[in-house]
RNA sequence: GCCGAUGUAGCUCAGUUGGUCAGAGCAGCUGAUUUGUAAUCUGCAGGUCGGGGGUUCGAAUCCCUUCAUCGGCUCCA
């Protein structure tokens, strides 16, 4: 007998040998049909395994994300089996389970394309094959005998992967024709497999190197039931009504001119309003905070990014520099505002006494990102960043990342953004030629961050691969409304550019020392910031920061003059409203103003016209009541002040 | 930049296999109406069907090319 260990503490003999299938099953045999993978002693294996020896054991369920992970795995592998019997000869990539579904990289033969209209076609296939209940085999064979089965195949981006692997850790996972090179584990069968959509296909690199063959990618996904895909299906229609770029349209906040250029936004008097309102409000936090307000040019000499190194890394990705009259001059339109701030650190002497230094600014950047990567104001040519670089002794520098880190969470709470991501993104150890600096300095700055990090009980991710070149950073990822990730707040730990800019300061020994330098962003850039704020409110934004408070609806034009009345009061309060004196009814203009997001909509008829009063009506939520103009004043500003308080 | 899809009035979309197919709704402008909490009615105006080239007696529709957008990949200081 062994002893098998729940997650509640409790445990129980079970005869050896017996699987977690069975185990679930004599538990009840409901709980046998709703789970898809077992984590047994902290490993995620299939519910087939037989149990060998005392154990810990969690049965997971589609709540679980091993339990949908398997669920989603196998029917990867079902959509491979019904590919190989549509498209005999196809090869086959890598094909994992991802957050929502799966995917498979294929190269279904040179001539043969894959395209949209060819997803329902396979679709059907997988349902088909999914309702014969075939079982998902494992097996365990040498690197010789894998390497045979795939040269035998010519599936010859299998036999690269396999030459990579150490011999004796190969597994093979078969169901009905198709077999896989597969770590698994996988669901017993494909019957728990019932509702299948097909979203998508793409191209996508092989091994993610733009060097090498473009794959086909097809992506779908899966659930148990066929509610559940309807209403995942009703979740995307609902999130593209949030996409920012449909809403910044229609709440005309921002455009792009093909005249212009692309990737170039230009803001619309409204989202110049709500970009404006950020400034404003993360300037005032910042006096607080001891941050130095400055201002730099647009463009720096090109020498100047020769020294900070950027040069080099961005050559081809920056706009080209621009030359002056002056034979041999250049100058390149900043992609970033580090270097200038550096120099006005090296303006004048610096005493141990004043660090740390932090230096802000809203400063505009441009950078020539590929034609296939912009999108909507997340990825732009050019953007305003909340930038500050802050120079401090090394003795401060872990209190100072701390109460950065503190800042970027307080503004995102202010913001409600509970839901995001802290990564820590270092270097990859496989290519250090891709950054700059000794490793002493890169160690250092990691465990800077490290520490930092968990001092302050962060939950992070560690990313390596994914640091800047001149440092490792702690970055803050929130979703958009589909669910990809955008690092807006960014915190980066910096040993190197004091050096290539030779910045010191004066110490207590009166001896020249080098600071540290921190680079850091809360917003990111006002342009990502703003798109995922749209897509975090679907366009409802708070009251603080949208641009327009109110606005005023006469009931009929005979309510006119006391409507333009309120209207001058209140924009003489600083409350910045609008009147719809449209000769349209009351019933139109509410409909249009509520879809227009204004936060509060004032009907005005006779009884407000007699006693001095406006209706107020809240965007979303219908009727308050009425009040007097001064109380609706005071009203706002106390709403106002609500959403900034701490 | 790469793979795939898409591209018809300001917006959302109809336009079967090439032949009154250049349309509708919303928005806009006109008048009428003067309205009490999510769409009043009338009339008008709007597009070289993304651009360019080709096939054809004839192209929004077929082909080529180019640009842009969307979904991914790569990249992201």
Not at 256 to 269: C, D, I, M, Q
């Amino acid at each position: 007998m062994i002893k098998i260990t729940f997650p509640d503490g409790t445990s129980k003999e079970y005869r050896e040998g017996i699987t977690s299938l069975e185990i679930a099953g004599e538990i009840s045999p409901r709980l046998a049909k709703a789970v898809y993978s077992a984590t047994v002693n902290g490993e995620v294996r299939d519910l087939t395994m037989p149990l060998r020896s005392d154990s810990t054991l969690r049965l997971n369920k589609w709540e679980d994300d091993e339990g949908r992970h398997a669920f989603w795995h196998s029917s990867a592998h079902l959509m491979a089996e019904a590919l190989e019997s549509l498209y005999p000869g196809i090869k086959f990539g890598i094909g994992p389970a991802i957050e929502n579904g799966f995917y498979y990289d294929v190269d279904p033969g040179d001539g043969v394309s894959i395209t949209d209209s060819d997803l329902p076609a396979i679709e059907n296939k997988m349902k088909e094959l999914a309702a014969m209940n075939l079982t998902y085999k494992r097996k365990e064979v040498s690197k010789a005998e894998a390497m045979e089965l795939f040269t035998r195949k010519g599936d010859e981006y299998k036999t690269e992967l396999i030459g990579e692997l150490e011999d004796g850790t190969i597994t093979l996972y078969s169901n009905g024709n198709f077999t896989d090179l597969c770590r698994g584990p996988h669901l017993p069968s494909t019957e728990p497999i019932k509702a299948i959509k097909l979203t998508s296909v793409a191209g996508a690199y092989w091994r993610g190197d733009e060097k090498r063959k473009m794959l086909t990618r097809i992506y779908g996904i899966t659930f148990p039931e066929q509610k559940q895909l309807k209403e995942y299906l009703d979740f995307l229609e609902e999130a593209k009504k949030r996409d920012h770029r449909r809403l910044g349209k229609e709440l005309e906040l921002f455009t792009f001119s093909p005249k212009v250029g692309l990737g170039l936004p230009l803001w619309l008097p409204r989202g110049s309003d709500v970009r404006q309102n950020l400034i404003n409000y993360l300037t005032s936090l910042l006096r607080k905070r001891g941050y130095k307000i400055v201002t730099t040019p647009h463009i720096g000499n090109v020498n100047l990014y020769k020294l900070s190194g950027h040069f080099e890394k961005y050559r081809t990705s920056s706009f080209q520099p621009i030359s002056t009259p002056e034979e041999g001059e250049q100058f390149m339109l900043k992609p970033m505002n580090c270097p200038h701030h550096c120099e006005i650190y090296n303006a004048t002497p610096h005493s141990y006494r004043e660090l740390p230094l932090r230096m802000a600014e809203f400063g505009t950047v441009y950078r020539y990102e590929q034609s296939g990567e912009l999108h909507g104001l997340t990825r732009v040519r050019s953007f305003t960043q909340d930038d500050a670089h802050h120079f401090c002794r090394p003795d401060q520098l872990r209190e100072e990342f701390k109460s950065i880190i503190d800042l970027v969470l307080y503004v995102f709470k202010i913001l409600n953004f509970n839901d995001f991501t802290a990564q820590i993104s270092l270097r990859d150890p496989e290519d250090k030629d891709k950054y700059i600096g000794s490793d002493e300095n890169w160690e250092r700055a990691e465990q800077d961050i490290i520490e930092a990090a968990r001092e302050k009980n962060l939950k992070t991710v560690v990313v390596p691969g994914e640091a800047a070149f001149y440092g490792p950073k702690l970055d803050f990822m929130v979703k958009d409304a589909i669910g990809r990730k955008w690092q807006l707040g960014t915190i980066q730990v910096d040993y190197n550019l004091p050096e290539r800019f030779d910045l010191t300061y004066n110490g207590s020994d009166n001896q020249k020392h080098r600071p540290v330098l921190i680079h850091r962003a809360i917003f990111g850039s006002l342009e990502r910031f703003v798109a995922v704020l749209i897509e975090n409110t679907a366009g409802k934004l708070p009251l603080w920061l949208s641009p327009e408070k109110a606005v005023i609806l006469p009931i009929s034009e005979k309510f006119n003059d006391y409507a333009s009345n309120v209207l001058e009061i209140l924009n003489n309060s600083d409350i910045c409203t609008l009147i719809d004196d449209r000769s349209e009814k009351i019933g139109k203009k509410i409909r249009d103003n509520e879809l227009k997001r204004i936060p509060y909509l004032l009907v005005i008829g006779e009884k407000e016209a007699e006693s001095g009063t406006v209706s107020v009506r809240k965007q979303g939520e219908g009727d308050k009541g009425s009040m007097k103009i001064g109380d609706f004043i005071a009203f706002i500003r106390s709403e106002i002040s609500k959403e900034l308080a701490d």
